[in-house]
């Protein structure tokens, strides 16, 4: 189920009704408690006649010892749902707790390839961002909080029971956090639309998807009050997101996550950062699937040779992270020697998640590592 448009977020309350909810548990971050909108929803729900608790200890790149925490506040309520509330992170925590609450054991026990035997409950998605997709996807990622280790989980249990798309949601991001998540459903749909995993399905969404951000995310991250273009981002992500679930993400993606794991660079941020080389190494292999992206996007014409609709691309992605401000690991404040220093570490994650080998060109281990140098500065 998909509530879409300005305001759906009043319609919350009769959608956890129709999915019989009695004790629901919002999963959320400090950050929108301090903006008070959890409290506002909890007291709508409240309203409603359900009883309604909060946790709000979420993480950036959510960890298993925040997961963890979660559950033990979910079992101890006595909560039968989950309303996530907020960006990709709170999303993913939900989706942990359910699977935990549902078969027990340990995050790590369901890092892919394994899988997750039973579904957890409702779980009702209220993404703040246009950017993560993961109100549709059956994706989550975890930080293992013994090893930094970022795990992805994957199976139709996480799919979220119903998600609300509701763009006024996202009207106070700032430009950073508009760049970089708008950033990551570009690369969502890049990736889904070259996959070795792509299918016709799949295809339909990503092709929209692309063409709207790439065409949207410069006015959002200019002006960010503009509604038009907050609305479209807010659709392109979720069509982004049915996309990759449908399909797959693949060498960016797998190589983001260590980003994340190691030095906390927002996802979508660490995305950014490799979109234009990834492309760059992976563009000769899938040359027809990139071509038919540039040219959906705007960024070349039908009559143009094969090999100047490539260069075209590759070079519009370096433009527009120029454009919208991405720094490279070394202007980010990343340490040079700790970068260097655990790049065998990170291609072997890269490569573990399986992600890579959805790629149109599967890369060594030291072919990541070249990367990783690639992007430094």
């Keep these: 189920m998909i509530k879409i448009g300005g305001g759906s977020f009043a319609e919350i309350p009769s959608l956890l009704k129709q999915l019989f909810c009695q004790h629901p548990l919002i ?20 309203q409603s006649g359900m009883d309604c608790a909060i946790f709000s200890e979420t993480v950036s790149d959510p960890t298993t010892e925040a997961v963890d925490a979660a559950v033990r506040v979910f079992q101890a309520g006595g909560h039968d749902s989950l ?4 960006g990709g992170s709170s999303i993913d925590t939900a989706k942990a707790i359910g699977m935990l609450v549902a078969n027990s054991g340990r995050c790590r026990d369901y890092k892919v390839p394994n899988l997750i035997p039973k ?23 975890i930080t293992d909080s013994a090893n930094d280790e970022k795990m992805l989980i994957a199976g139709g249990a996480l799919l979220p029971s119903a998600a609300v798309i509701d763009y006024e949601l996202t009207l106070s991001m700032p430009a950073r956090l508009t760049a970089d998540t708008g950033t990551d459903s ?41 509604h038009g273009a907050r609305e479209a981002m807010m659709l392109a992500a979720t069509q982004a997101g049915i996309a990759f679930s449908n399909s797959s993400v693949a060498l960016v993606h797998g190589m983001s996550r260590p980003l994340g ?10 995305n950014a950062m490799l979109l234009p080389a990834v492309t760059g190494f992976s563009i000769q292999s899938a040359p027809h699937r990139y071509a038919d992206c540039a040219r959906v996007m705007g960024i070349a014409a039908p009559a143009d040779s094969p090999i100047k609709t490539l260069d075209r691309f590759v070079e519009a992605l370096f433009n527009r992270n120029a454009e919208l401000q991405v720094p490279s690991p070394k202007k ?3 340490s040079e020697d700790r ?10 994650q890269a490569l573990a998640s399986g992600s890579p080998q959805n790629n149109p060109r599967v890369p060594t281990a030291a072919e990541i590592e070249q990367l990783y140098r690639e992007i430094w500065n």
């Design 339 to 348: 970068f260097f220093e655990v790049l065998p570490t990170m291609a072997a």
């Design 27 to 46: 999963v959320t971050d400090a950050f929108l408690m301090s903006q008070g909108l959890p409290t506002r929803l909890q007291n709508m729900v409240q």
């Design 83 to 86: 309303v996530s509330f907020g």
């Design 332 to 334: 980010y404040g990343i």
């Design 261 to 270: 794991a190691f030095f906390h660079v927002p996802h979508g941020l660490s």
């Design 186 to 226: 570009l690369t969502h749909a890049i990736e889904a639309y070259v996959s070795r995993k792509a299918n016709r399905f799949a295809d339909a969404f990503a092709l929209t998807a692309m063409k709207t951000i790439w065409e949207q995310l410069p006015v959002a991250f200019h002006e960010p009050g503009n």
């Design 119 to 141: 579904a957890g409950p409702v779980h009702v998605a209220i993404p703040t961002t246009a950017g993560t997709g993961s109100e549709v996807t059956r994706f989550t990622v």
